[in-house]
């Protein structure tokens, strides 16, 4: 009798086990669906140019929804791609859409990611304050690029600084992509540009170097105290951009918000998010709130344009 009870617990123990794996298993694949719009735990990634965006963003976001925690990674737009397509996260914030193959990927998958448009964002160009220029032309920005200008005397005849060197953020990022797709049309670049590993290296860099040009995401430079978003920081100067030949002040525009939505300021290119997330959950919630109206409010103060909240410049008279 007790070799039959000693069978019968053996074998009991044995499905008890298989039970408690199966459950465990189940218990790790609806962990990652245990999320709701507005409750949980996610991981994003996020273009570093778009850092400003994002960080005023997630803390109101949290504020209302207090249930909810997003951990945000700042990198290259390279990297954020490489991990929506591993799954290491599936809600990313980049400057460009899926592409063809990128798309083929998800339809293989049965499931294409939403992607939407939040805002319109500048590639500033800046310089060192001792610098007395202001004004380029988009022809003479691309032979910088290309290094068939690398003196500032070739800008200015007047000009004292010399040798002009050219940074940006980091040879993986959207704005060297930017660079090369949209304004030198080719993927040979000069010599005289160098990569650093993050747009605030670029504005310190910049700051410090005086024959130094740099190319940053506007947020990074607009200044957070103006509660006009008519202003920069005046840790660095903004060059104004003009698409004609030669560079006048009736011509050339500064990459403030109503230029940047209206094309006259012509370093631009749209902010989206892309969401791969089939399950309704964080990744959707958080979408929603960054395009809704409170959340374009908030992008209109970080220096760039809102997709959906047009604005103007008013300009003021003295004495009225």
Not at 85 to 114: A, M, N, Q, T, Y
Request: overall charge positive; charged content about 25%.
């Amino acid at each position: 009798m007790n070799k039959h009870f000693q069978k019968f617990f053996r074998l009991t123990g044995f499905f008890l086990l298989i039970v408690l794996i199966c459950t465990s298993c189940n218990s790790k694949k609806n962990d990652r669906h245990s999320d709701t719009p507005t409750t949980g735990s996610i991981q994003i990634s996020v273009d570093e140019t778009f850092q400003p965006v994002i960080e005023s963003e997630i803390p109101v976001f949290e504020g209302i929804y207090t249930q909810a925690k997003i951990k945000s990674v700042y990198e290259p737009e390279v990297d954020a791609f490489n991990n929506l397509l591993k799954d290491s996260v599936r809600l990313i914030v980049v400057s460009r859409g899926l592409s063809i193959k990128e798309r083929e990927f998800f339809d293989s998958k049965k499931f294409l990611p939403k992607e939407v448009k939040i805002a319109l964002d500048g590639i500033a160009v800046i310089t060192n304050k001792s610098n007395p220029d202001t004004l380029l032309t988009m022809e003479q920005l691309r032979q910088i690029l290309m290094g068939e200008i690398s003196t500032w005397k070739k800008i200015n005849p007047k000009s004292k600084l010399g040798q002009l060197k050219v940074v940006f953020d980091n040879k993986k990022s959207s704005t060297i992509r930017f660079v090369v797709d949209s304004i030198c049309h080719t993927g040979k670049l000069g010599t005289n540009l160098a990569s650093l590993n993050h747009n605030k290296e670029v504005l310190d860099y910049v700051e410090k170097t005086p024959g130094s040009i740099g190319l940053i995401g506007v947020s990074w430079i607009s200044d957070p105290n103006d509660s006009t978003e008519l202003s920069f920081l005046k840790r660095v100067n903004v060059m104004s951009i003009s698409r004609e030949d030669i560079a006048e002040e009736r011509n050339s525009f500064p990459p403030l918000q109503a230029y940047i939505n209206d094309g006259r300021y012509p370093l631009t290119r749209s902010v989206w998010m892309i969401n791969s997330d089939p399950h309704m959950g964080l990744a959707a919630g958080f979408l929603s709130f960054v395009s809704s109206v409170r959340g374009q409010r908030i992008i209109l103060k970080t220096g760039i344009m809102p997709a959906t909240m047009p604005i103007r410049v008013v300009k003021i008279k003295d004495g009225l």
